[in-house]
């Protein structure tokens, strides 16, 4: 397992710092001069040189990169060019709202995917798994950026029961933002808990314990249930990392202040410095998560050799 | 009449998905014929105007008709979702057949920028580089498609890999064919199938994700009439003109819906052992 492990992680390093490259590369992609590009329409060229010396591009490329690399190693993602202050300040303020509401869209997922995913199992082809074979397949197709809107008009225009945006409401906030954003999981887990869940239940050892005198849910629930979930956890976390990017959206309909909103504020507004780190941020996070969800493959199903 | 289509008929996920697939392309051709309005015509002293008898979807901010707006802006969904497809299979399938054929050195390298570019959170890709190209149609569909090839080339890898070592394939080397008609006319003929499945669904994806570029203000640029950017509208006119979110996403919706059931038809239909790992 330490060997797994210590390989995983090394096999990490060539991928994290290509991604490293392809980020810091994004700014030399900018059509016609980035300098004069971001410094924008009508800009004097003394703002534009300015801007040139300010990220570094007047130094040949190869030390622009050995110098992102250097400053990155020592945590420093660079200067917004808004505020003038460190862009790791303004995400670290950012990213706890993300996490949050990446947490609070996991549990709307999992509230609603276990019940239905274990009914569906349990009664296999009849009409209550057909209803909700078809709730799952809606909810893959149901884009967020509708799903929240609709949720706004209902709970937060109609009802009032819940604010329209923010995050100064406490618990009453991200309820709309994480139902908004767990509805797509809830959907693909409640088709992997059924499908694991149906074909745990086909298993011998499951017919036995129904023989040997044990009741069908306990068969169910204490059995099959346990081995069903193996590849359920492994989904589960590797979706966490999706989460992540759908909080882009989901922070941008309810104006939630994460580090997708942060992004898309920094590209209106042509922060670069901030886009690179932020996008920086959620990338080197999504490889992070998927790590450990793969180390929780062997942890959770000892069957499961890590070679 | 041949088995597949028959078992295709048979398919309600298939058949639903087909009418919905079907009606958007129409809807996407025949968008100056059914459009009661001009979509670009405004009319400030009517707008966010509800629906009536005359506007059946009701106005839009600028006073112009949303369902002529929707209508055209399946033109758009259509535009990017096949340019898309077309795009990132062409590139992906020629690279992941290469990689898978020949092996080596080009081998690693395509597998290594995959790894990479998976490793990475597709849409998030997709809106750097639209941030630094700058929002437009060209380069939303540029972005999704870097993105989208990946897909292609690893399944057509995996696939190529296997067909490479039949003796149907062993035979036609030993006659004398030269690589590049092994690959056209023996290997890739058996992956198709796959491939099919992967651009339904691939269609779906870009059709999805131009709509959530374009809803956050980094896709297609107004005044073209695109979904996403029609609900971005919407979203500053909740309570006072619910209908510019709802109309516009519900159009998202039903052509996203109808490619993943005619996708998960196919399925069923083209690649059996696809179906087994996906439940």
């Known amino acids: ?307 | 009449m041949n088995k597949t289509v028959k078992h295709l008929i048979r398919n309600f996920a298939f058949t639903s998905g087909l009418l919905l697939t079907v009606t958007l392309i129409v809807i996407a051709i025949a968008a100056p014929l059914l459009a009661p309005a001009d979509p670009y015509q405004q009319d400030a002293a009517r707008r966010l105007e509800a629906p009536s008898d005359q506007h059946p979807l009701g106005l839009d901010d600028l006073g112009r008709d949303v369902l002529s707006r929707i209508l055209y802006g399946a033109r758009v969904s259509l535009r990017v979702g096949f340019s898309v497809v077309i795009l990132a299979s062409v590139v992906g399938v020629t690279l992941g057949a290469i990689a898978g054929y020949f092996g080596g050195t080009i081998d690693v390298l395509v597998m290594r920028l995959c790894d990479i570019l998976l490793a990475f959170p597709g849409i998030l890709l997709a809106i750097a580089l639209v941030a630094v190209l700058g929002p437009n149609l060209n380069n939303v569909i540029l972005a999704l498609a870097t993105i989208g090839w990946v897909g292609y080339a690893r399944l057509v890898r995996g696939q190529v890999l296997k067909v490479r070592e039949m003796e149907y394939v062993m035979a036609a080397k030993a006659l004398g064919a030269k690589s590049p008609r092994v690959i056209i006319r023996h290997v890739l003929p058996n992956v198709i199938n796959p491939v099919i499945v992967m651009a339904t669904l691939g269609l779906a994806g870009a059709i999805l994700a131009e709509a959530a570029l374009s809803f956050l203000g980094l896709g297609v640029q107004p005044p073209i009439p695109s979904w996403g950017a029609m609900l971005t509208a919407g979203r500053r006119y909740l309570g006072l003109a619910n209908h510019l979110a709802i109309f516009p996403g519900a159009a998202i919706m039903l052509a996203v819906m109808g490619l993943n059931f005619l996708g998960d038809g196919l399925i069923d239909a083209l690649d059996p052992k696809y179906r087994k790992q996906i439940g």
Do not use: C
């Open chain 1, 1 to 307: 397992m330490t060997q797994y492990i210590i390989r995983r992680f090394l096999q990490m390093i060539p991928i994290t710092l290509g991604i490293i490259t392809l980020i810091f590369s994004l700014i030399h992609l900018i059509p016609g001069d980035p300098a004069a590009s971001i410094a924008g329409e009508g800009a004097r060229p003394e703002d534009i040189a300015q801007v040139r010396k300010a990220l570094g591009l007047d130094q040949p490329l190869w030390k622009q990169y050995v110098t992102y690399l250097g400053n990155l190693a020592r945590g420093d993602l660079g200067r917004s060019f808004r505020t003038n202050e460190s862009v790791t300040k303004e995400i670290l303020a950012r990213y706890p709202a993300t996490l949050q509401l990446a947490f609070g869209a996991m549990i709307v997922a999992l509230l609603v995917a276990f019940p239905l995913g274990i009914v569906s199992a349990i009664y296999r082809g009849s009409w209550i798994d057909n209803v909700l074979r078809f709730f799952a397949l809606v909810g893959v197709s149901m884009p967020s950026f509708w799903f929240g809107p609709l949720l706004i008009i209902a709970f937060a225009i109609n009802l009032e029961w819940f604010p329209v945006s923010g995050r100064e409401a406490g618990f009453k906030s991200i309820v709309l933002p994480s139902l908004t954003m767990g509805l797509a999981l809830a959907a693909i887990l409640t088709r992997m808990i059924r499908v694991s869940l149906a074909e745990e239940l086909t298993q011998l050892y499951v017919t036995t314990a129904i023989a040997k005198g044990v009741t069908r849910p306990k068969a169910i629930f204490r059995h099959a249930l346990k081995n069903a979930l193996i590849p359920v956890i492994t989904v589960l976390a590797l979706q966490f990392g999706s989460l992540l990017t759908g909080a882009i959206i989901t922070e941008q309909i309810f104006s939630w202040p994460g580090l997708g909103r942060l992004l898309i504020q920094s590209i209106t507004t042509r922060d670069y410095p901030q886009v690179q780190a932020s996008i920086l941020v959620i990338a080197l996070t999504y490889i992070m998560v998927n790590f450990i969800s793969d180390l929780m493959y062997g942890v959770v199903d000892p069957r499961i050799k890590l070679e």
